[in-house]
């Protein structure tokens, strides 16, 4: 079999595998240790392996990825983005599409935490989508609402995202840092807008609450935020020692 028709078999198994939900690093790893197999040998094949693996748990970086990941399922645990969703919502759950722009924050400061858009989005839709739905909002505002800030928080520094960005392309990882506040901000401002545009166009898509939260209700409700503030300040300070010495 020439190399041709192993490429081409490769890729048409790779295809049927993803149709039969087999998750892509898997699929990838046996269609590609196959594929050497039959081209260049068993001994090739297992010694591309074995080196691919000890470089990538070998990798300084690339570590703090199931690090990040678990601190996030653990703040989940502890209740923290319950109280970040509770608090967001005491200050603009009034306004019109109020929920739904609590929800964009809500996800894009917990992706900033878990740095995983699947972990975020599974996480925040299951706090944020039945309360939506109690409070009549429509289930396209609702996951439109989880997607977006789903998508904005693994982007928010510390990013593990901009993290493995800069050590593949050999880039200043705190240039991108900086440089990704803006965009995320930017980001994020438009998706709200988007919302409070879109409620204002169809009121019955985001009502708003039906009690306006006094002064000092919002004011006790910010204790809420004060775990993901710790977070974020033990989190900056360990990335800061860590990119003074990768950079």
Known sequence: MSDVSVALLGI???????????????????????????????AQAFNVLAFDLWEQFSSYGLSVIPFFIL??????????????????????????????????????????ICGSTTATCATVGTIALPSMKRYGYSDALSTGSVAAGGTLGPMVPPSVVLIVIGLLYNLSIIKLFIAAISRVSFSQDASSLTVLFVCWAKPTMGPAAYRRSTWTQRLKALGGVIETLILFVFCDRRYVCWLVHAN
């Open 12 to 42: 048409l198994i790779l295809v049927i595998l993803f149709l039969l939900e087999m998750p892509v690093s898997f699929a990838m790893l046996t269609v590609g240790f196959s594929g050497i197999w039959l081209i260049q040998g068993r």
């Open 71 to 112: 601190m996030g399922n653990i703040a989940f645990r502890c209740g923290v983005t319950d109280d970040l969703f509770r608090t967001a919502y005491v200050w603009v759950g009034r306004v019109k599409g109020g929920m739904a722009v609590t929800t964009i924050m809500a996800a894009t400061a917990f992706g900033a």
